[in-house]
């Protein structure tokens, strides 16, 4: 049976906060949702099987090139239903991969972490910006770039489950993801018109906390369940509570 939400991640045994904080929403992406045909609305899938035989001549000859792992051996889907629209073309690892990115940054961006500057991270941060760039200079090497990134995030985020990540080091980590998304352009989601202001969002995740202080239980799951119809994910970590946007 799949997990539908954060409190059946929870119950799974060896899912561990940490784990949780940072790849709990990206496993409900995975294990939830419309990831069978059979659990998605069969107008959808009926739409969905009718583009796909309906394809363009430029949707045909992209997908030559998407088929088969050709891209840097991601599998992609053609026609894809997801939630009410249909997309042309989908890679559901890649937004696993941006997802485990955005989580990486928010952890940074809010983790209480020890006072101080660990100097083998610091020069882990250095070796992972040079290839990095050195990637890209080659003549745009695409699969060695994302490699440094995603290296740098896993041993970032070891270090700060044993401890080692220091407050002195989260100043270049996020150099690195800005160094990142000058190029990729995929930390940042984005924010649909009339969706609410930052100040907002921290006011009502200030209100949710007092409630729960106050143990109004009801009054905090209310003030969540509103986030959430909104788009905003909050996490419960040991640092506090963390929002991000879907």
């Not at 997309?87 to 940074?108: G, T």
């Not at 990540?165 to 100043?171: E, K, L, T, V």
């Not at 369940?225 to 419960?236: A, H, V």
């Amino acid at each position: 049976m799949r997990p539908t939400g954060r409190a059946a991640l929870e119950r799974i045994t060896g899912v561990g906060e940490g784990k949780l904080a940072r790849y709990g929403e990206a496993v409900l992406k995975v294990v939830g949702g419309f990831e069978d045909d059979d659990s998605r609305p069969a107008s959808l899938v009926g739409r969905a099987q009718e583009l796909r035989r309906g394809m363009s001549p430029p949707e045909q000859l992209l997908w030559a090139q998407l088929n088969g792992r050709k891209l840097e051996g991601f599998k992609f889907r053609r026609q894809h239903p997801l939630g009410p629209y249909t997309l042309d073309f989908y890679c559901h690892s890649a937004a696993i991969a941006i997802e485990r990115l955005r989580n990486f940054k928010l952890r940074v961006e809010t983790d209480r972490f020890a006072e101080g500057y660990n100097e083998g991270l610091a020069v882990r941060t250095a070796q992972a910006s040079k290839a990095f760039t050195d990637s890209l200079n080659d003549d745009l090497n695409t699969a060695e770039a994302l490699a440094a990134a995603f290296e740098f995030v896993r041993d970032a985020n070891s270090a700060m489950d044993s401890g080692e990540f220091r407050a002195g080091n989260a100043p270049a980590a996020l150099e690195f993801l800005g160094l990142f998304d000058s190029i990729f352009r995929v930390l940042e989601p984005s924010v649909k018109a009339g969706a609410l202001s930052d100040s907002d969002i921290e006011a009502r995740v200030a209100a949710r906390t007092a409630a729960k202080k106050a143990r109004n239980f009801a009054l905090s799951d209310q003030i969540r369940d509103e986030l959430l119809e909104q788009g905003i994910i909050l996490e419960d970590t040991k640092s506090g509570v963390r929002w991000k946007r879907k």
